[in-house]
């Protein structure tokens, strides 16, 4: 029993908790739109395109928050753009764009003293190390997406249905699309630094995909993916805590270790089960 | 310049003495600015029924969405009760062609059909009992009230498309814009549909079809035939000749 709760025995194992159970319900809310509404490649690309904008403000010593929203407001008027001229294949477009940000961020970092170091902190996060005020920002960001959330459930729910719906309903589909993106780059933006802008993307589709695998109605793959999100967050940090492993890294691998196995479970027993279901009601 | 056969329908409406409901002058649709259909007129009036017939690709569906504001016509005037198309949400419902896979969407039949509520209740309203009747009473006009607690990725190709056409019931709209709304859908299916919309038709909404089922067309007030232009406008009998159809699909129809 003491191997589950003694670690949590140190201020920064319980920080990390915190924070981390922040960024999964976070992530939770979020990455159900993300993964309902096929924009993971997208949510991809701004959780990388942020990094010039942090790289720029870590070397001219400004706040790395106020670069992050710098770099998901250039990826997201640079993806508008794409998307608007769709007989370019966007998924070509959107790609070459967030490798071409990826590049220069590690351009712009190579320029820093500190290169490895700080590239490892903006792509890996640095869990272990977060402070009550990042835990604040956490929290902000986490009331202010929830909120939006529950405001836009409607227009939301739409536009994962048929963006025209949405439209012809009164909903404007550009409107509310860019509401979406702008959650999803807030999420980048405060998750950064606590699990970094390379696993903010796992944190994002692992437990809202696991959550898709089992919820039946959009409320409760929300709670699924709470549920699994923090789940991996306790888990990533006990492993961490005792293989003395990278723990950003160790919640992530859980989030995706939890979606492949729920996967090969609902594969092996979920045949059956969806035949049955499969049978309507007749009467 | 282009042979179009226009009949008179404005005796037939004023017989109904409704208002105009829809309006359209030379009106050119497209998307941007290519023009699939040109110089299109028409008027339609409140509680009356307009079939668009033609083969894929014909304009059918841009005409629609154009109707629904969803494409901006490229030259001429289209009007929805006297205004811009897509103003009006709360009175426009439209069934669109294709519709996502519903296969990874958590959502049960009863989820889909509630949307037809949105329009009316808008961002925050509350889904109150009488719309929670209206909700049930379009899944029961459909058959598929047994349905409500399943996933909508259980339903069958045909019951898929029954949910989709009681959303738009359940919105209560007062012109009901549908794109092929009986593909998919089997025998009984369609007799439910057409009962469905008489419903409609009786409560006073107006209705405009896409189609390529003749005999579904030949129920309505007013047929518009589409061959990427106008090929005819009109009452049934008038418009469904050998000679306007031939025009329309290119084909010789076999009578019967």
Redesign the interface.
């Known amino acids: 029993m003491d191997w589950f709760i003694t670690p949590f025995s140190y201020g920064f194992m319980r920080h990390a908790l915190l924070a981390g159970v922040l960024v999964s319900i976070t992530c939770a809310i979020v990455g159900t739109f993300v993964?309902?509404r096929g924009l993971a490649f997208i949510g991809d690309a701004m959780a990388h395109g942020v990094l010039p904008g942090i790289a720029v403000s870590l070397l001219l010593g400004y706040p790395a928050i106020l670069g992050a929203a710098v770099g998901t407001i250039i990826m997201i008027s640079g993806i508008g753009l794409i998307t608007q001229r769709s007989r370019l294949s966007s998924d070509t477009a959107i790609g070459l764009l967030f490798v071409g940000m990826l590049a220069l961020g590690v351009v712009i970092v190579s320029r820093s003293t500190s290169f490895s170091g700080d590239l490892v902190r903006i792509l890996f996060g640095e869990l272990l190390g977060v402070d009550t005020q990042a835990i604040l920002i956490q929290l902000g960001a986490a009331i202010l997406i929830a909120v939006t959330v529950l405001?836009?459930t409607?227009?939301f729910?739409?536009l994962?249905?048929?963006p025209?719906?949405a439209?012809?309903?009164?909903?404007s589909a550009r409107l509310y699309h860019y509401v979406m993106l702008g959650l999803i780059a807030i999420t980048v933006i405060v998750s950064f630094r606590t699990v970094g802008t390379l696993l903010v993307f796992g944190m994002l589709l692992a437990p809202a995909g696991t959550a898709?695998l089992l919820?039946?109605?959009?409320g409760?793959?929300m709670a699924w993916a709470v549920v699994f999100g923090t789940l991996s967050v306790y888990l990533g940090l006990l492993a961490s805590y005792h293989f003395n492993i990278a723990a950003g890294a160790a919640v992530v691998l859980v989030a995706i270790a939890t979606f492949f196995i729920v996967f090969l479970v609902q594969a092996i027993r979920g045949q059956r089960v969806?035949r049955l279901?499969?049978r309507?009601?007749h009467? | 310049m282009k042979e179009q056969t226009r009949i008179d329908t404005s005796n037939q409406a004023s017989n109904l003495g409704g208002t105009v409901c829809l309006h359209a002058q030379h009106l050119d649709i497209g998307y941007n600015h290519d023009t699939v259909v040109a110089d299109i007129n028409f008027e339609l009036h409140t509680g009356q029924s307009l079939a668009l017939v033609g083969t894929n690709g014909s304009g059918k569906s841009t005409l629609l969405k154009t109707m629904v504001g969803l494409q901006s016509p490229i030259r001429g005037d289209l009007t929805a009760f006297g205004r811009k198309p897509g103003s009006a949400p709360r009175r426009v419902a439209y069934l669109s062609q294709f519709h996502v896979s519903g296969f990874v969407l958590p959502l049960r039949t009863i989820d889909v059909v509630r949307m037809g509520r949105f329009p009316i209740l808008g961002l925050l309203g509350r889904m109150s009992r009488e719309d929670g009747e209206l909700v049930t009473a379009a899944m029961r006009t459909m058959g598929i009230e047994k349905l409500a607690d399943s996933p909508l990725w259980s339903l069958s190709g045909g019951q898929q498309q029954r949910t989709y056409i009681a959303q738009v019931l359940a919105h209560r709209a007062d012109l009901i814009v549908l794109d092929e709304p009986t593909a998919g859908l089997d025998a009984a299916g369609h007799d439910v549909f057409s009962r469905a919309i008489r419903g409609e038709l009786a409560r006073g909404a107006t209705v405009v079809v896409a189609t390529h089922d003749i005999e579904d067309a030949s129920t309505c007030d007013v047929l518009m035939l589409l061959a990427r232009r106008v090929v005819a406008v009109g009452a049934g009998p008038e418009v469904l000749t050998p000679d306007l159809l031939l025009k329309t699909f290119g084909i010789q129809i076999p009578h019967h």
């Open positions: 993964v309902l405001v836009c409607r227009p729910l739409l994962c249905f048929d025209e719906q439209q012809v309903a009164g909903f898709a919820g039946r109605r959009l409760a793959m969806r279901e499969l309507p009601p009467e």
